[in-house]
């Protein structure tokens, strides 16, 4: 009997590294998705910076958070002997780098927002502190119980913050952070004419779409493989995560008049709203979730643009930080029996959960990048922008004419 249980156990953790491993693989699959995304949205000059951004981004973050972040998020370190980490079929490790692709995705986020005229090495470094301290602070708050502020939710009010896979504690934490770095950059030059909007067409949209598409796959792993461990997974999660995509397809498509960079975005506006409680809804609510979220970045992206003057040149804060707060909040309202969801959250401590995490993000990043704009700048000159973040970084254009 001993031998069979331990043959069973050896199973089991094997199954659940291989499980945990495959999702990791494919959210880090989704970067290659943020990266076309923004190549094929910003003008040509800045093709090339938008790849190199991308990369080294998660570069500094995979550092960041394997030393400090999910250190500050979950009290646990890697510097001690390999067999020691490699116990459990070092499950332990996979599940960092997990979680590691995760916060990775918030300096990806922020990246779409200041393209073209943020320089380089400060937002590597903004990237560094966002990652390796601020984010890890309220993702050990909601996903570990730290501070104790899940355990005085649910005595109050019944129960915790619920966000299965980051509709907050991701995606609304990066839009967020980037509003603020967004506003400390300032407007592209040439943007507005005469107090008018110029519009910056897209420079490639079949790139875009491949990016978007890319997101879109790489999202079911993003939401499914959440459960961490294979007696977790759901079919539930896979088929909501579905019909938010749809949603915000058939929404956007409409409210943004066949614009293909909204339709494209649509989708990632659904994804985003239905992260926090796919695991609750039922499928009609996850639908309508995402039929929502993607009218809502369309109407909001556009106001921001006309009225608002913030130049965010993907809209990372009306698709990550406003889709993903109202997702904080549709967890609640469709994830409770109510409405057909499996029950078991509560309408006030979504609400104060999701305040509370934009409230961390906008004070840490005023923090992080007010103090790098204040010590080295984070704006490119006005002839770097002029000629491109390409060829003022990089030294070389996205295309070679010869």
């Keep these: 009997m001993d031998n069979i249980n331990s043959a069973v156990e050896t199973l089991i953790q094997s199954s659940n ?65 390999a067999a020691h980490l490699s116990d459990g079929n070092g499950y332990e490790l996979v599940k960092f780098f997990f979680l590691m692709t995760f916060a990775a995705a918030i300096p990806a986020i922020i990246s779409g927002g200041i393209a073209e005229r943020a320089r380089f090495y400060p937002m590597l470094i903004g990237a560094f502190f966002t990652v390796g301290l601020v984010y890890p602070f ?81 999202w079911f792993g ?23 995509m749809v949603g915000g397809i058939v929404t956007s498509l409409f409210v943004g008049k066949n614009d293909p960079g909204f339709i494209h975005n649509g989708p990632l506006a659904g994804l985003v709203a239905v992260c926090a409680g796919s695991d609750l809804m039922h499928p009609v609510g996850a639908l309508v979730t995402g039929g929502v979220a993607g009218a809502l970045f369309v109407w909001l992206f556009t106001y921001m643009q006309n009225k608002m003057k913030l130049d965010d040149v993907l809209g990372v804060w ?13 967890a609640g309202i469709f994830g409770s029996e109510a409405f057909g969801g499996l ?18 993000a906008l004070v840490g990043a005023l923090v992080v990048y007010g103090v790098i704009k204040k010590t080295v700048g984070l704006r490119l000159s006005d002839e770097e922008e002029y000629i491109g973040a390409d060829l003022a ?10």
């Excluded at 993003?222 to 938010?244: E, P, W």
């Design 393 to 402: 970084i990089h030294k070389i254009g996205a295309i070679s004419e010869d």
């Design 318 to 330: 009306p698709l990550h930080g406003v889709c993903g707060a109202w997702g904080g909040i549709a």
């Design 17 to 81: 590294t291989l499980f945990i491993l495959m999702g990791a693989i494919m959210v880090l699959a989704m970067h290659a998705g943020f990266a076309f995304l923004e190549v094929g949205t910003v003008r040509q000059k800045n093709q090339v910076n938008a790849l190199v951004k991308i990369i080294a981004d998660f570069g500094f973050s995979a550092i960041a958070y394997f030393f400090i972040g999910y250190w500050v998020a979950y009290d646990t370190t890697f510097l001690s002997g």
């Design 138 to 218: 309220f993702e050990g708050i909601v996903w570990n119980g730290n501070l104790g502020f899940q355990d005085w939710l649910e005595a109050t009010f019944g129960a915790g913050f619920h966000d299965f896979a980051g509709s907050v504690v991701v995606h609304a934490f990066g839009g967020w952070v980037a509003l603020v770095v967004v506003a400390l950059l300032g407007i592209r030059n040439g943007r507005y004419r005469s107090g008018r909007l110029v519009a910056f067409a897209p420079s490639n949209i079949p790139l875009l779409a491949l990016g978007a598409w890319i997101l879109t796959i790489g």
């Design 343 to 360: 029950g078991g959250v509560s309408m006030a401590s979504q609400f104060i959960g999701t305040v509370a995490g934009i409230l961390v």
């Design 222 to 244: 993003f939401n499914v493989m959440s459960a961490q461990t294979m007696d977790g997974i759901s079919g539930l999660v896979a088929v909501n995560t579905l019909m938010a």
